[in-house]
């Protein structure tokens, strides 16, 4: 019989975590609820059910736009992935990312509208917003599909973890996609506690990117 185990209510995030559901069973809830403002994630029998909230969309957001500004100034090729689902059937683990691309690999997605994830590249950057500690271990299924980079804010500390050779993610002082970017240099344009609205925050950021050199 399953169970269900409901982690304590914040203000960004709700998590549900059932259990002994099978592989079977998460494929069919997923085509069943299709596009709703939920996240599932699959691993070893156990789906969580996660509600997304308004500081949880506000940092992922803020995130994209950051990364996305970084693109466009730089001139580098990617294709983006947004929150789409990523399903592995031989491991039996499912999962989606708050906001994901192709950077290193997007000429080989460019023009890709089905994917295998046996067979085709994984993202090569994720964001991840944690208000709440995940009730599975997502972490793990990002490194089960070969997610090469995953950028981890829980609301005060930003963090780039970087996929090792044993399947573990550590934490790096410099991006592997934008290597001249550092968790420090993001922080600042986060911030929810001051008066400065999205748009001069990312114009702000942009101005920094080229003060520094980074941009064509």
């Known amino acids: 019989m399953s169970t269900i185990e409901r982690a304590a209510r914040l203000d960004g995030e709700q998590r549900t975590l059932i259990r002994d559901v099978s592989y079977a069973f998460y494929k069919q ?11 599932l994630s699959y691993i070893d029998g156990m789906l969580e059910i996660m509600v997304t909230k308004n500081p949880h ?8 736009k950051l990364i ?3 693109v466009l100034e730089g001139n580098i090729p990617v294709r983006s992935g947004g929150n789409m689902t990523f ?4 491991l039996e683990k499912g999962f989606e990312p708050d906001e994901c691309w192709w950077i290193a690999h997007e000429e080989q997605v460019r023009r890709k509208t089905e ?3 046996k067979i085709d ?12 500690r995940s009730l599975v271990n997502r972490i793990s299924i990002y490194a089960a599909i070969g997610v090469a980079e995953i950028w981890r ?4 500390k930003l963090r780039f973890c970087h996929l090792q050779s044993d399947g573990t993610y550590k934490d790096c002082t410099s991006s592997l996609s934008f290597p001249f970017l550092g968790p420090a240099d993001l922080l600042p344009y986060l911030a929810v506690d001051d ?3 999205e748009t001069t925050r990312i114009r702000q950021y942009v101005q920094w990117l080229r003060e520094q050199g980074h941009s064509v």
Do not use: H, N, W
């Not at 969309?57 to 994209?64: D, G, I, Q, S, T």
């Not at 804010?153 to 005060?156: A, M, N, Q, R, Y």
């Open 121 to 132: 590249p994984a993202p090569d950057l994720a964001v991840e917003i944690e208000m709440s």
């Open 29 to 39: 809830f997923c085509e069943a609820i299709g596009e709703q403002p939920i996240r």
């Open 87 to 90: 399903q592995r059937d031989d």
């Open 153 to 156: 804010f829980d609301g005060s």
């Open 68 to 70: 996305e500004a970084t």
């Open 57 to 64: 969309e506000y940092y992922k957001k803020m995130l994209a």
């Open 115 to 117: 994917f295998d994830f």
């Open 195 to 197: 008066d400065c609205d």
